[in-house]
């Protein structure tokens, strides 16, 4: 009597089932063929990310009755991945409940120690092999001088080389003095509460740190670190520029038509007309009392009275 292992209820002969189930019993006992068999893929990812590893049967209906996945570790000893386990069940996951012949691994939060050959294997004969590159971050160490205003905001840049890598953690300190003031992540109250700002969720390798309200005590030496990485920074804080004055400036006009000479000139000119006046009235009643000379003198001074008056008059 010949059974079905794994497909057909136990005690059934060939006889006993229904053509249509011996059809789908007898292609499950055929087993799975992966694709790629034998192969090998290379995939890159960055610390602090997600990847799949990719690994599947040519006929995603099909289901192996077993399958491992294993990474090489020291020397050529291949560890098993087992997602059940504390080691990995936080990171690790199969990916095959949507389909049964779907065999994909998928790891999170990836570290630079998830590097390696990982090995998808079903049986003697079948499997594959992807090699995993995890990049971590590099971080750009140079000193960087940067100036800022006081009152104002000013941005801090510290960033790994490959801005798609997320560092596990990393810090900003103050340096004052012998101290380090730790100013990310925040641990405790300090002068920098509530006034700084980081920025690496979009590029997680964005590390930059905004400071807002700047005073001149924020001048001075800053330390961008993840691990043994180091990015200096040194901080010159200016004072705010000074604005001009708001008050109007009294300008003082002189008139067009006005002359600083004219006070001093009229008592000179009403004198002056008043004497001439005299003189006219003087000679006037002169001449109307006494009989006229024929002396041509006389005549020239008379014209001479009549021509000032006659100026004055036209002034």
Same mark, same amino acid.
């Given at each position: 009597m010949e059974f079905f292992k794994g497909c057909c209820s136990p005690g059934l002969s060939k006889s006993e089932l229904p053509l249509t189930y011996l059809v789908v019993c007898q292609c499950e006992a055929l087993g799975c063929s992966l694709e790629g068999n034998g192969e090998t893929e290379e995939i890159t990812a960055y610390t602090g990310d997600s990847v799949l590893l990719p690994?599947?049967? &040519? +006929?995603?209906?099909?289901k192996p009755e077993t399958f491992t996945w294993k990474k090489l570790t020291d020397g050529n000893n291949w560890t098993q991945i087992s997602p059940e386990s504390d080691e990995y069940k936080e990171r690790f996951q199969l990916v095959n409940d949507h389909s049964s012949g779907n065999l994909s691994l998928?790891?999170?939060?990836? &570290? +630079?120690?998830?590097?390696?050959?990982?090995?998808?294997?079903?049986?003697?004969?079948?499997?594959?092999?992807?090699?995993?590159?995890?990049?971590?971050?590099?971080?750009?160490?140079?000193t960087v001088n940067v100036t800022g205003i006081v009152g104002q905001s000013v941005l801090l840049p510290c960033?790994?080389?490959?801005?798609?890598?997320?560092?596990?953690?990393?810090?900003?300190?103050f340096i004052k003095g012998s101290d380090d003031i730790k100013i990310f992540p925040k641990e405790q109250t300090n002068l920098y509460t509530d006034r700084v700002q980081v920025f690496n969720d979009h590029p997680p390798g964005n590390l930059s740190l905004l400071i807002s309200h700047l005073t001149v005590e924020d001048g001075g030496w800053y330390k961008c670190e993840i691990e043994e990485m180091i990015t200096d920074i040194y901080l010159t804080v200016k004072g705010a520029p000074t604005r001009p004055s708001s008050s109007t400036p009294v300008i003082t006009t002189t008139s067009p038509h006005s002359r600083p000479d004219d006070l001093p000139y009229i008592p000179v000119a009403v004198v002056t007309v008043i004497f001439l006046h005299i003189i006219v009235a003087v000679v006037y009643c002169t001449t109307r009392k006494k009989v006229l000379s024929e002396r041509p003198e006389h005549f020239f001074f008379i014209f001479l009275s009549r021509f000032w008056y006659s100026s004055l008059q036209q002034r």
């Open positions: 690994c599947s049967c &040519t +006929e995603l209906h099909r998928l790891i999170s939060h990836l &570290t +630079e120690q998830d590097d390696g050959l990982y090995k998808c294997d079903v049986k003697v004969g079948e499997y594959r092999y992807i090699s995993l590159t995890v990049e971590g971050c590099r971080l750009n160490q140079q960033s790994c080389s490959e801005l798609q890598a997320k560092p596990h953690t990393f810090r900003w300190s």
